[in-house]
Protein backbone atom coordinates (compact mmCIF):
# COMPACT_ATOMS: atom_id res chain seq x y z
CA UNK A 1 0.00 0.00 0.00
CA UNK A 2 1.44 2.95 -0.75
CA UNK A 3 1.64 6.36 0.91
CA UNK A 4 -0.52 4.99 4.68
CA UNK A 5 -3.72 4.34 2.37
CA UNK A 6 -5.75 1.79 3.75
CA UNK A 7 -7.55 -0.97 1.96
CA UNK A 8 -7.33 -3.45 -0.63
CA UNK A 9 -5.33 -3.02 -3.91
CA UNK A 10 -7.60 -4.43 -7.27
CA UNK A 11 -5.97 -7.79 -7.54
CA UNK A 12 -6.59 -8.77 -4.06
CA UNK A 13 -10.11 -7.94 -4.87
CA UNK A 14 -9.63 -9.89 -8.14
CA UNK A 15 -8.45 -13.07 -6.43
CA UNK A 16 -10.56 -13.04 -3.48
CA UNK A 17 -13.55 -13.01 -5.58
CA UNK A 18 -11.88 -15.85 -8.29
CA UNK A 19 -11.44 -17.89 -4.58
CA UNK A 20 -15.34 -16.82 -3.83
CA UNK A 21 -16.69 -18.33 -7.11
CA UNK A 22 -14.66 -21.39 -7.74
CA UNK A 23 -15.83 -22.41 -3.75
CA UNK A 24 -19.72 -21.23 -4.51
CA UNK A 25 -19.29 -23.21 -7.93
CA UNK A 26 -18.53 -26.36 -5.96
CA UNK A 27 -20.84 -25.66 -3.27
CA UNK A 28 -23.39 -25.69 -6.37
CA UNK A 29 -22.43 -28.47 -7.53
CA UNK A 30 -22.53 -30.53 -4.65
CA UNK A 31 -25.94 -29.50 -3.97
CA UNK A 32 -26.59 -30.60 -7.64
CA UNK A 33 -25.14 -34.11 -6.97
CA UNK A 34 -27.28 -34.41 -3.96
CA UNK A 35 -30.64 -33.42 -5.07
CA UNK A 36 -30.28 -35.83 -7.95
CA UNK A 37 -29.36 -38.71 -5.36
CA UNK A 38 -31.80 -37.91 -2.91
CA UNK A 39 -34.39 -38.00 -6.13
CA UNK A 40 -33.21 -41.24 -7.36
CA UNK A 41 -33.61 -42.60 -3.96
CA UNK A 42 -37.16 -41.54 -3.53
CA UNK A 43 -38.17 -43.15 -7.15
CA UNK A 44 -36.47 -46.46 -6.39
CA UNK A 45 -38.24 -46.74 -2.84
CA UNK A 46 -41.65 -46.07 -4.87
CA UNK A 47 -40.95 -48.02 -7.69
CA UNK A 48 -40.08 -50.97 -4.60
CA UNK A 49 -43.10 -50.71 -2.79
CA UNK A 50 -44.87 -50.69 -6.56
CA UNK A 51 -42.81 -54.16 -7.23
CA UNK A 52 -43.99 -55.57 -3.60
CA UNK A 53 -47.81 -54.52 -3.79
CA UNK A 54 -47.41 -56.68 -7.08
CA UNK A 55 -45.99 -59.34 -5.65
CA UNK A 56 -48.84 -59.84 -2.96
CA UNK A 57 -51.48 -58.95 -5.06
CA UNK A 58 -50.18 -62.25 -7.46
CA UNK A 59 -50.08 -64.42 -3.82
CA UNK A 60 -53.15 -63.29 -2.66
CA UNK A 61 -54.99 -63.65 -6.42
CA UNK A 62 -56.77 -67.03 -7.42
CA UNK A 63 -56.45 -69.51 -9.43
CA UNK A 64 -53.11 -70.31 -9.54
CA UNK A 65 -51.20 -68.70 -11.95
CA UNK A 66 -49.99 -70.02 -15.53
CA UNK A 67 -46.25 -69.03 -17.21
CA UNK A 68 -47.43 -66.06 -18.49
CA UNK A 69 -46.31 -62.19 -18.71
CA UNK A 70 -48.52 -59.29 -18.45
CA UNK A 71 -48.57 -55.57 -17.88
CA UNK A 72 -50.44 -53.13 -15.64
CA UNK A 73 -49.99 -49.52 -14.03
CA UNK A 74 -50.00 -48.75 -10.49
CA UNK A 75 -50.02 -45.29 -8.42
CA UNK A 76 -48.08 -44.39 -5.86
CA UNK A 77 -46.69 -41.17 -4.50
CA UNK A 78 -48.89 -39.62 -6.72
CA UNK A 79 -47.15 -40.45 -9.66
CA UNK A 80 -48.10 -43.84 -12.12
CA UNK A 81 -45.56 -46.30 -12.29
CA UNK A 82 -45.75 -48.69 -15.03
CA UNK A 83 -45.10 -52.43 -14.37
CA UNK A 84 -44.21 -55.91 -15.65
CA UNK A 85 -44.41 -59.11 -14.25
CA UNK A 86 -43.57 -62.91 -15.19
CA UNK A 87 -44.51 -66.28 -14.02
CA UNK A 88 -42.24 -68.91 -14.54
CA UNK A 89 -42.34 -72.64 -13.77
CA UNK A 90 -39.85 -73.86 -11.34
CA UNK A 91 -38.06 -77.06 -10.29
CA UNK A 92 -40.82 -77.63 -8.27
CA UNK A 93 -44.08 -78.27 -9.41
CA UNK A 94 -46.01 -76.57 -6.48
CA UNK A 95 -43.93 -73.47 -6.96
CA UNK A 96 -44.04 -70.69 -9.53
CA UNK A 97 -41.52 -68.11 -9.88
CA UNK A 98 -42.59 -64.28 -10.02
CA UNK A 99 -40.69 -61.58 -11.67
CA UNK A 100 -42.05 -58.04 -11.31
CA UNK A 101 -40.38 -55.16 -12.97
CA UNK A 102 -41.13 -51.47 -12.84
CA UNK A 103 -40.51 -48.59 -15.15
CA UNK A 104 -41.31 -44.72 -14.77
CA UNK A 105 -42.32 -44.83 -18.37
CA UNK A 106 -44.89 -46.17 -20.91
CA UNK A 107 -41.97 -47.23 -22.91
CA UNK A 108 -40.82 -49.64 -20.42
CA UNK A 109 -37.43 -49.06 -21.56
CA UNK A 110 -34.73 -49.27 -18.23
CA UNK A 111 -36.41 -50.85 -14.90
CA UNK A 112 -36.11 -48.86 -12.09
CA UNK A 113 -36.53 -51.41 -9.61
CA UNK A 114 -36.82 -55.49 -10.55
CA UNK A 115 -38.18 -57.86 -7.58
CA UNK A 116 -38.65 -61.62 -7.58
CA UNK A 117 -40.69 -63.57 -5.26
CA UNK A 118 -42.25 -67.03 -5.46
CA UNK A 119 -46.13 -68.26 -5.20
CA UNK A 120 -46.87 -71.55 -3.65
CA UNK A 121 -50.14 -73.78 -5.15
CA UNK A 122 -52.72 -73.72 -2.88
Known sequence: MVGGQRGFTLLEVLVATAILGIA???LVSSAGSTIRGTAELR???EAGWVA????AEQRLEEPWPEPDTW???STNGGRT???EAQVRTT???AMRRLEVRVH???DRDDAIVE???FLEEP
Open 104 to 106: ASS
Open 24 to 26: LGA
Open 115 to 117: RVG
Open 52 to 55: MNVL
Open 43 to 45: DRT
Open 71 to 73: RGE
Open 91 to 93: EMA
Open 81 to 83: WFW
